[in-house]
């Protein structure tokens, strides 16, 4: 079906000339309105001179002898011909308006552009957020794919090396097949888990009746995540000897009979940070969640009992979810880019560097290239494997979250 509907060379040379055609043809119009517009408004204008002289004749004339009614109707007759000139002049200002050459775009355009005339004011209310994100945002992100491509130490004016620090991250670099595999174990394990946690807790609390007591177990569950200080409580867990809270536990029970070294040991320190990590994970998306259960409406589950849903799960699955898809991708969103972007963990508890980079992350790799060596064109194309990363994490989840409610 689609071959049959093909143009041939021949077929899109002649529609190519026939829109230049048209657009000339509306170049034309457009040029012959102006040009009507720009000769009236010129004739009103000099018509305006005389009537404004007139007019202050009439006025003095009037105010001179305020009892002479005739004299009255006159001032008010024609101050009604000096408005209808003066809104004959302001239509034909309005006619030569960049607004009104914009209605004329908008009108030979796409339905897009016809859109995007009506609701301009929308857009008009967006342009200062749009514009601190496309500089703060869309350009670093396009000068740090850029600075990748060359070497640049902050010294030197940057040196176009193409796909050199690409090959030397990874052929050469054994330290960044390191960051790779912690970081993509910790967003494997950490993002998931910290995701569902996130919405089950926040089902479970919204499910409270009493609204106090919701507000307060709200407070406990996210207070985690905005913790000061909290890796020193789980240092003095973790501790080395004997007075750790872990190792005085575990030996107090006979599970062990000599202190764990926690945090110098490369086989416990992935797990540790895991567990730091799902404990601080309980924050904006768990608000969100909390919202999103929120503004479902209660009505739709008297409707459901109705068409046949039989238990809470069902609730769940078909009226729960689908109505919270917005809540469930900004969460979705924000649980991957932390697990993916794991660093202050990892040094806080681990150190920086880490014992056999065994807490070593993409983003930690990344601030040793960029803050420490100063190497930025390194660090630049460590950046964009990560965006990359992020990107892709991200487009998966899209999908999954489509098919929530089928």
């Known amino acids: 079906m689609a071959s049959k509907f093909k143009m041939t060379k021949q077929e899109k040379v002649e529609l190519k000339a026939k829109i230049a055609e048209k657009k000339h043809e509306w170049a034309e119009e457009d040029r012959q309105s102006d040009l009507e517009a720009k000769r009236a408004l010129e004739e009103l204008k000099e018509q305006l001179g005389p009537s404004m002289q007139t007019l202050n004749a009439l006025i003095e004339d009037a105010s001179s002898d305020p009892t002479n009614v005739s004299k009255k109707n006159a001032l008010i007759e024609f101050r009604k011909g000096h408005e209808k000139l003066?809104?004959?002049?302001?239509?034909?200002?309005?006619?030569?308006?960049?607004?009104?050459?914009?209605?004329?775009?908008?009108?030979?355009?796409?339905?897009?552009?016809?859109?995007?005339?009506?609701?301009?004011?929308?857009?008009?209310?967006?342009?200062?957020?749009?514009?601190?994100?496309?500089?703060?945002?869309?350009?670093?992100?396009?000068?740090?794919?850029?600075?990748?491509?060359?070497?640049?130490?902050?010294?030197?004016?940057?040196?176009?090396?193409?796909?050199?620090?690409?090959?030397?991250?990874?052929?050469?670099?054994?330290?960044?097949t390191i960051a790779i595999r912690n970081t993509l174990i910790l967003a494997v394990v950490t993002g998931p888990l910290s995701y569902i946690a996130a919405f089950v807790f926040a089902w479970l609390i919204n499910e409270i009746g009493n609204k106090w007591l919701r507000s307060f177990m709200t407070l406990i569950f996210y207070a985690p995540s905005i913790s000061g200080n909290v890796y020193l409580v789980w240092r003095?867990?973790?501790?080395?000897?004997?007075?750790?809270?872990?190792?005085?536990?575990?030996?107090?029970?006979?599970f062990i009979f000599e202190p764990i070294t926690w945090l110098a040991d490369p086989t416990y320190i992935i797990w540790i940070i895991m567990i730091v990590q799902l404990w601080l994970s309980l924050g904006v998306s768990f608000l969100a969640f909390i919202a999103g259960l929120q503004s479902?409406?209660?009505?739709?589950?008297?409707?459901?009992?109705?068409?046949?849903?039989?238990?809470?799960?069902?609730?769940?699955?078909?009226?729960?979810?689908?109505?919270?898809?917005?809540?469930?991708?900004?969460?979705?969103?924000?649980?991957?880019?932390?697990?993916?972007?794991?660093?202050?963990?990892?040094?806080?508890?681990?150190?920086?560097?880490?014992?056999?980079?065994?807490?070593?992350?993409?983003?930690?790799?990344?601030?040793?290239?960029?803050?420490?060596?100063?190497?930025?064109?390194?660090?630049?194309?460590?950046?964009?494997?990560?965006?990359?990363?992020?990107?892709?994490?991200?487009?998966?989840?899209?999908?999954?979250?489509?098919?929530?409610?089928?």
């Open 86 to 176: 003066l809104q004959k002049i302001r239509i034909e200002k309005d006619r030569l308006s960049l607004t009104r050459k914009l209605e004329r775009w908008s009108k030979r355009g796409s339905r897009l552009r016809r859109e995007l005339f009506i609701k301009r004011q929308y857009y008009y209310l967006v342009a200062p957020y749009t514009l601190l994100f496309i500089v703060f945002t869309v350009l670093p992100v396009l000068m740090s794919l850029l600075i990748s491509f060359s070497y640049f130490n902050l010294l030197e004016f940057p040196r176009f090396v193409g796909w050199e620090n690409y090959m030397r991250l990874f052929v050469d670099d054994k330290v960044f």
């Open 236 to 254: 003095l867990i973790f501790s080395s000897d004997i007075y750790g809270y872990a190792n005085a536990f575990l030996i107090r029970y006979g």
């Open 296 to 406: 479902v409406d209660r009505t739709l589950y008297e409707s459901a009992a109705v068409d046949g849903i039989k238990n809470r799960w069902q609730e769940l699955w078909f009226i729960t979810l689908p109505q919270m898809k917005p809540q469930l991708l900004f969460g979705a969103v924000i649980q991957i880019t932390s697990s993916l972007a794991v660093a202050e963990v990892a040094t806080q508890i681990a150190g920086f560097p880490s014992i056999q980079y065994a807490g070593h992350t993409i983003v930690t790799h990344l601030v040793d290239y960029g803050a420490l060596r100063l190497e930025m064109g390194y660090a630049s194309a460590i950046a964009t494997i990560l965006f990359l990363l992020m990107i892709g994490a991200n487009l998966l989840i899209r999908r999954v979250l489509r098919r929530v409610g089928s």
